[in-house]
T-cell receptor, first 112, second 111 residues
Framework: DSGVTQTPKHLITATGQRVTLRCSPRSGDLSVYWYQQSLDQGLQFLIQYYNGEERAKGNILERFSAQQFPDLHSELNLSSLELGDSALYFC???????????FGPGTRLTVL | GQNIDQPTEMTATEGAIVQINCTYQTSGFNGLFWYQQHAGEAPTFLSYNVLDGLEEKGRFSSFLSRSKGYSYLLLKELQMKDSASYLCAVRDGGATNKLIFGTGTLLAVQP
């Protein structure tokens, strides 16, 4: 158990819909990273937040947005969903004490 | 640009040794990570190299040559449970600690 939590574990929805994925970092970690992993693809960095502020942006679509709240949990919002958005979405936090990135269990999104 | 290359698949025999290579060309570099990922599960941390040389941790060792843009992960005394994807990731330069991942190497351990 990495200490990073994500909900829900599975999400099935239809094209055109909007969903919200939630992540809580390890206790004491201030950074949250979001990654997308499509079938047979590597982990693609989407966006990073540090202590409530956006720190870095990757290949995140305009239909996707994220935020980090004062209690440090983060939400990734995916809208106008397409079939190609079906993927595993991982959240990670950076352990400043260990200089390592820890991953949550992921949310499997299926768009039908 | 950012480019991280690993072999797509490898096969090895239980009890043997296998070496998984990773080459990288990135605009920034602040260390290299190896993660293990079983299908449908989260990546789990294996090793981190920031200086050249070999880091040994039980059955797993990782090597880094920054001048050659090259790393490898060495797995000894292979077990069936080592069948998984192994992900090489470069830690970006700067303060973000962003990781840039290769596509991973799927290792199949056979009896």
């Amino acid at each position: 158990d990495s200490g990073v939590t994500q909900t829900p574990k599975h999400l099935i929805t239809a094209t055109g819909q909007r969903v919200t994925l939630r992540c809580s970092p390890r206790s004491g970690d201030l950074s949250v990273y979001w990654y997308q992993q499509s079938l047979d693809q590597g982990l693609q960095f989407l966006i990073q937040y540090y202590n409530g502020e956006e720190r870095a942006k990757g290949n995140i679509l305009e239909r996707f947005s994220a935020q980090q709240f004062p209690d440090l949990h983060s939400e990734l919002n995916l809208s106008s969903l397409e079939l190609g958005d079906s993927a595993l979405y991982f959240c990670a936090s950076w352990g400043g004490d260990t200089d390592t990135q820890y991953f949550g269990p992921g949310t499997r999104l299926t768009v039908l | 640009g950012q480019n991280i290359d690993q072999p797509t698949e490898m096969t090895a025999t239980e009890g043997a040794i296998v070496q998984i290579n990773c080459t990288y060309q990135t605009s920034g570099f602040n260390g290299l990570f190896w993660y293990q990922q079983h299908a449908g599960e989260a990546p789990t941390f294996l090793s981190y190299n920031v200086l050249d040389g070999l880091e040994e941790k039980g059955r797993f060792s990782s090597f880094l040559s920054r001048s050659k843009g090259y790393s490898y992960l060495l797995l000894k005394e292979l077990q069936m449970k080592d069948s998984a994807s192994y992900l090489c990731a470069v830690r970006d330069g700067g303060a973000t600690n962003k990781l840039i991942f290769g596509t991973g190497t799927l290792l199949a351990v056979q009896p």
